[in-house]
């Protein structure tokens, strides 16, 4: 039962949450055991203490994705969360706790050799395990953080489906139960929260399916049990707690999209020069500080990205 609704000037950015309200007892244990039997399928790439499938307990860091900055303060990037699922406010971390993420079936489906529904815990081991990677993150409303996640590319995710030579596109869905999640009984939301990426940009190496932040479990706020990660792409696309990932052919439409087209796009790839209708993109603010720094284009990933969208017109509809 949910006992205190924060208003969004009540709780601080500093405010504690303390580890007991979303560390999952049975996911910490589950993560022990693999640690002491997995074999890593990764061809031995993550050293034993490293194949805590879902849990995310101390990953091999890759050292390949490097910060301009510094990381954000845990306290900071798991009290001030998007999930509007939960409500519409920054705060929503206590409601969101409401959520039962495991169990937790995840379903590949659509033009794949073979539909599948699977435990998430089990995905992640056969998926070969996690890997701890250090990514800015942008939302579209001008507030960014920089994270330890950890996770695993999605690329792996893509290749485990065996998708049809002519799918084109993932399409991924949240959960939709609005007795848990209250905000899905505001009517004029499109739900379940959809986002959709190319298979090309899932299969780039930036694209990480998320479990674990900060070396733990990926709390219930930041999406557990398991969300996407595209940091090049302003923070609305990384959906959280997904449920279904449908290969298509058709450009799916999303939940930003669906509700407000103009100011949310398919593309949503970062970019200062591209403001939205309602704000400047040109700097964002740093979360827990009022620190604003210079925004940059595909949010300083454009080294991996950029290839991506080099024979597509460079306009507005690939930065909005
Ligand atoms: N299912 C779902 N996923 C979501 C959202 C949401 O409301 N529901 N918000 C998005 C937005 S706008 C951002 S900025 C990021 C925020 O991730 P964080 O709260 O872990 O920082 O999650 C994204 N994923
Ligand atoms: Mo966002």
Same mark, same amino acid.
């Given at each position: 039962m949910l006992i205190r609704t924060p208003r969004p000037w009540s709780l601080s950015e500093n405010q504690i949450t303390p580890e007991d309200v979303y560390m999952n007892r049975r996911q910490i244990l589950a993560g022990l055991g693999f640690g002491l039997t997995a074999t890593a399928i990764g061809g031995g790439l993550f050293p034993k203490g490293a194949m805590a499938a879902i849990t995310g307990l101390p990953a091999e860091r890759n050292p390949a994705f490097t910060l301009d900055r510094d990381i954000t303060d845990e306290e900071d990037a798991t009290t001030y969360t998007n999930f509007y699922e939960f409500?519409?406010?920054? !705060?929503?971390w206590k409601s969101a706790q409401k959520l039962v993420t495991d169990p937790w079936a995840v379903t590949i489906d659509g033009m794949v050799e073979e539909d599948i529904t699977i435990e998430a815990e089990d995905l992640v081991r056969k998926l070969g395990g996690v890997e701890e990677r250090l990514y800015r993150h942008r939302c579209v409303e001008a507030w960014a953080m920089a994270v330890p996640w950890s996770g695993i590319p999605l690329a792996k995710l893509v290749e485990f489906a065996?998708?049809? *030579?002519?799918a084109k596109y993932l399409r991924i869905e949240t959960f939709h139960d609005s007795d848990v999640a209250k905000g899905q009984r505001q009517s004029w939301y499109p739900w379940p929260y959809v986002e959709g990426i190319t298979i090309e940009e899932a299969t780039n190496e930036l694209a990480f399916l998320g479990t674990g932040l900060y070396g733990k479990p990926m709390p219930k706020q930041n999406g557990a049990p398991i969300r996407l990660v595209l940091p090049w792409k302003y923070g609305f696309k990384s959906i959280k707690s997904i449920k279904r990932i449908t290969f298509t052919d058709e450009r799916p439409t999303s939940f930003w999209q669906d509700l407000m087209w103009k100011e949310y796009g398919?593309? *949503? !790839?970062? !970019?200062?020069e591209y403001n939205h209708p309602r704000w400047s993109q040109e700097t964002e603010r740093l979360l827990g500080s009022n620190e604003r720094v210079p925004t940059l284009k595909y949010n300083g990933y454009g080294e991996w990205v950029e290839p991506l969208y080099a024979a597509m017109p460079q306009t507005r509809e690939l930065f909005y």
């Open positions: 409500g519409s406010s920054k !705060n929503i065996r998708p049809d *030579a002519g398919f593309w *949503a !790839n970062v !970019n200062p």
